[in-house]
């Protein structure tokens, strides 16, 4: 896990911007712009900051009782009669 990796990510950030007034001079000011950024770092930190991310806001609607009974549902009513449904809880994923 100590492999050096890089992988691209979006990040919010504020920069300072500089516009030309009508009386010649400049005026500054901060926008905030959403860019893309290579990040390096160990395959460990690639696999943690994933999923701190999924955990946090990619994965939230996954995680409820109610989504997870229809998609079971879905799948069972689909089935033919020589299939069959396993359902296994994942809690943490541990390495």
Not at 49 to 67: P, V, W, Y
């Amino acid at each position: 896990m100590s492999q050096l990796v890089s992988w691209n990510e979006w990040i919010n950030k504020t920069e300072k911007r500089k516009q030309k007034q009508n009386d010649g001079e400049t005026k500054e000011f901060e926008v905030k712009v959403i860019k893309e950024v290579e990040v390096c770092g160990t395959f460990g930190e690639l696999f943690d900051a994933f999923e701190s991310d999924m955990r946090g806001k990619g994965c939230r609607h996954l995680n409820t009782i109610q989504h997870q009974y229809k998609a079971s549902r879905m799948m069972k009513h689909g089935l033919n009669m020589n299939k069959v449904v396993l359902h296994r809880l994942c809690r943490k994923l541990q390495l």
